[in-house]
């Protein structure tokens, strides 16, 4: 606690003098030594590092078959440790739990890769990727306590698809889009369904940090992608120059339709505010992929759906009273609009009287984001 916070406090009457000893009191009891954990923690790094470096120096000289053993008996004694862990443990024993799971199934992974370097595999990568989910998504799912297992496994499920699309076999082939780009954008829409899922998954589990941050994490990807679709449907008509067949527009007006599914299953799942609110913001999402992919091509147009969409977005924060969430959109709207008042001026920058103008702009729309900000946003302490 700063002592000059408490001097303010008790010189604004908002406590007295015997509660700000209390409070410094209370503080010195429990303060932690920053500096020394510092020190531990820089420590720590530099054995990590040296470790590292050693073996990393010495990897060619260890015969493969040792490598493995050595990564496999690792990944035996720590899934002996999380056995060994109590099943209704309080908090302590669910961090580590957590922890243990993660680095478990992080494990699995670099065995996965160890294995296809010492044998030189030339499988594609993605195959390991959907090799390692099979085998590990079950635990994850089973064992996850929150943000680690969540990243994770989300981190798979989206990687696992686009990593997919990515094979010339698969997508695009030639610089064409083939019947292929149609299943590979309704494999990478398909990670937006672990929001609907968290939903189902967390009411009355014990569990329900891990399925909300799985949900968040599947709510973030379907926004995140859709407005970089938007904004990359503004620099050009990129898709119908490759597409004679129109497997594009088919292939977006199905991501179009995994979104309005996935809003419709959230809906069913949650009727609260914040799941109504989020089935609202998938609908959205649906509807701007249909429109950027109609008005592509249109540098103004596009931007005008960025904004109207991170609106739509701010709205619904609102709605479900998350704070976080509305000053987001709102300040993405206002930098959208910045930027594109600066894309439209074009030469006019060149001049002084431009830039005086294109100051002025930004000052204009900070000062009216922010008087929105402090008039509209949810009190603190709303999710």
Known sequence: MAE???????????????????????????????????????????????????????WAA?????????????????????????????????????????????????FIGHLGQVYQTSSPTWMAIGLWLTLFAPLLLG????????????????????MRFGDPALGFSGGQAGPGVIRGAIECALPVGLTPLSALMSGGSARGGFWLRLGQI??????????????????????????????????????????????????QADRSVQGTAGAAVFAMLALAMLAAD??????????????????????????????????????AVALRLIILAFEEAGGLLASGAGLILGGVLVLGVAWSALRILRQFAPARGIA
């Open 62 to 110: 260890i015969p493969g078959e040792t490598r493995l053993a050595l990564h496999g008996a690792l990944m035996v004694g720590l899934g002996a440790a999380l056995w060994a862990l109590p099943a209704q443990g309080g908090d302590a024993a669910r961090r580590w739990a957590e922890v243990g799971i993660f680095v478990f199934a992080a494990l699995g992974l670099g």
């Open 218 to 267: 599947g709510f973030a990807y379907a926004i995140a992608a859709v407005s970089l679709f938007v904004i990359a449907s503004g620099l050009g008509d990129w898709a119908h120059g490759h597409d004679p067949l129109g497997n594009v527009d088919t292939a977006l007006v199905a991501v179009a339709g995994v979104l309005g599914l996935a809003g419709l299953a959230l809906w």
């Open 294 to 331: 109609r008005l592509g091509g249109h540098g103004l147009a596009m931007g005008l759906l960025f904004m109207v969409l991170w609106a739509g977005l701010a709205g619904a924060a609102l709605h479900a009273r998350a704070r976080w969430a509305f000053q987001m959109a709102v300040a």
């Open 4 to 58: 000059r916070k408490l001097k303010a406090w008790v010189a604004a009457g908002l406590i007295d003098a015997a509660a700000a000893d209390r409070i410094r009191a209370w503080e010195a009891q429990h303060s932690r030594p920053v500096a020394l954990w510092a020190v531990v923690g820089l420590a720590a790094l530099s054995i990590g590092l040296g470790i590292v470096s050693l073996v990393a120096a010495n």
């Open 143 to 162: 064992g996850g306590q929150g943000w680690l297992c969540a990243a994770l496994l989300a981190g798979g499920c989206i990687a696992l698809p686009w």
